[in-house]
T-cell receptor, first 114, second 107 residues
Framework: KAGVTQTPRYLIKTRGQQVTLSCSPI?????VSWYQQTPGQGLQFLFE???????NKGNFPGRFSGRQFSNSRSEMNVSTLELGDSALYLC?????????????FGQGTRLTVV | GQNIDQPTEMTATEGAIVQINCTYQ??????LFWYQQHAGEAPTFLSY????GLEEKGRFSSFLSRSKGYSYLLLKELQMKDSASYLC????????FGAGTTVTVRA
């Protein structure tokens, strides 16, 4: 079956702009989690959505938001971009919420803020 | 808060064994995952431990001691393709990751 698909793969944005990233989970998976990966901080949890509801949230400012649609596809939005937001953004889908099951990761979206 | 520690780098020769340790202090615990991530690629699942003891999966084994907050990933018969970053992740109703251990396999 198809894996987790993230679009776009690469993005270059200017400080102050906003960006929307998309994630299509594995068919049948209702949990989608988002992570930010940087060389210094590693993988940091942003938030998880399950059945269109945010179930858990990490320690990121309100500029980072997300949503999930009825087909389980999820989007992540970052407003008022800062240079420090440059990172690889990974989404992961799972059959269960709140961990407790293997997470399958997409290839990520590489965001560069200039 | 969450505290998950693992060594930054390890180097070993082809055919050898390497053990990557992970210690954790987290507010909750539902299990511990190990993921492998090659440069420029997505993390891929290696193992999941929820009970104490050793789980063996081919050349890879993972051990968990919940009372000690400790896990290790054992890579046997190392191959060049095992050069990657290995991520320890604690399941506390979300995945909290360590910073990762970069393993370099030399011929």
């Amino acid at each position: 079956k198809a894996g987790v698909t993230q679009t776009p793969r690469y993005l270059i944005k200017t400080r102050g702009q906003q960006v929307t990233l998309s994630c299509s989970p594995i068919s049948g998976h209702r949990s989608v989690s988002w992570y930010q990966q940087t060389p210094g901080q590693g993988l940091q949890f942003l938030f998880e959505y399950f059945s269109e509801t945010q179930r858990n949230k990490g320690n990121f400012p309100g500029r980072f938001s997300g949503r999930q649609f009825s087909n389980s596809r999820s989007e992540m939005n970052v407003s008022t971009l800062e240079l420090g937001d440059s990172a690889l953004y990974l989404c992961a889908s799972s059959s269960k919420t709140g961990g407790r099951a293997e997470a399958f990761f997409g290839q990520g979206t590489r965001l560069t803020v200039v | 808060g969450q505290n998950i520690d693992q060594p930054t780098e390890m180097t070993a020769t082809e055919g050898a064994i390497v053990q990557i340790n992970c210690t954790y202090q987290t507010s909750g615990f539902n299990g511990l995952f190990w993921y492998q991530q090659h440069a420029g690629e997505a993390p891929t699942f290696l193992s999941y431990n929820v009970l104490d003891g050793l789980e063996e999966k081919g050349r890879f084994s993972s051990f968990l001691s919940r009372s000690k907050g400790y896990s290790y990933l054992l890579l046997k018969e190392l191959q060049m393709k095992d050069s990657a970053s290995y991520l320890c992740a604690v399941d506390d109703y979300k995945l909290s990751f360590g910073a990762g251990t970069t393993v370099t396999v030399r011929a």
